[in-house]
């Protein structure tokens, strides 16, 4: 699971690679779904240009103009345009470097075009817990669907979970490689000061502040 960083970082890092079957997905994401959605809207507004099919090239407009406009009010352009690129990236990592304010902090990025860009950072003394286990999928389905996942809890009060914010580490997939990467990601963050200790009535691994139980919280 491990990559090598092609400039290496003066923080602990550790990188987040992605299976084979990953580059699947994003095959189809660069060739077959961002190309779709960029020549429809051009024809939409071609047609807009030539008064043809004006309702149908409006209606579809207004829904592309309505989704992107809501990821970008909620996140601002800069940060929705580093998550949306994000995904192009194999060069994941997790890093710990200190804030702006001087706190260590917990930063998720990715490097492209040479620089390294920052989705996520969490302060290190605001991270409750680590997990790993079985998604929705595996849920309705009721048996085990290969649809394991590390997840991160943290303090977030703007979150949708009643301040606790939820991040899910690297990719998912079959138990065994996921709780191998799940133990190396712990280690990580105990090699970086972060006090995580095995709690067996949660099965997970959690910091002396970390709440009550997040259990109702299936991510």
Same mark, same amino acid.
């Given at each position: ?19 084979? *079957? ?14 779709? =959605?960029?020549?429809?809207?051009? /024809? ?5 240009? +030539? ?7 409006? /209606?579809?407009?207004? =829904? ?14 800069? /940060? ?19 804030? %702006?304010?001087?706190?260590?902090? =917990? ?6 075009? @040479? *620089?390294?860009?920052? &989705?996520?950072?969490?302060?290190? #003394? %605001? ?7 079985? @998604?929705? +999928? ?16 943290? *303090?977030?009060? #703007?979150?949708?979970? @009643?301040?606790?914010? =939820?991040?899910?580490? @690297? ?18 963050? #105990? #090699? ?7 709690? &067996? ?8 502040? +970390?709440?009550?139980?997040?259990? %109702?919280?299936?991510?």
């Amino acid at each position: 699971m491990s990559e090598q960083i092609r400039q290496p970082s003066p923080f602990p890092r550790m990188a987040l690679a992605r299976p084979p *079957r990953y580059g699947c997905g994003l095959g189809c994401a660069v060739f077959v779904g961002f190309p779709f =959605l960029v020549g429809t809207a051009t /024809l939409a507004i071609l047609n807009l240009m +030539a008064r043809e099919a004006m309702i149908a090239s409006s /209606l579809w407009l207004l =829904l592309v103009g309505t989704v992107i406009w809501g990821f970008v009010s909620e996140e601002g352009p800069r /940060l929705f345009l580093i998550k949306f690129l994000g995904g192009f990236s194999y060069r994941q990592f997790v890093e710990l470097k200190p804030s %702006d304010s001087g706190e260590p902090s =917990l930063c998720f990025g990715y490097e492209m075009f @040479g *620089r390294s860009f920052y &989705e996520l950072r969490i302060p290190c #003394q %605001d991270v409750w817990s680590v997990n790993w286990r079985t @998604g929705q +999928a595996s849920a309705r389905a009721g048996e085990d669907l290969d649809d394991w996942h590390v997840a991160i809890w943290f *303090r977030d009060e #703007q979150a949708a979970y @009643g301040g606790h914010g =939820l991040h899910l580490v @690297g990719y998912e997939g079959a138990k065994e490689p996921i709780e191998k990467f799940g133990n190396r990601f712990v280690k990580f963050l #105990q #090699q970086g000061g972060i006090e995580l200790l095995w709690d &067996e009535k949660e099965r997970e691994y959690a910091t002396p502040n +970390a709440p009550a139980s997040k259990s %109702d919280h299936q991510p």
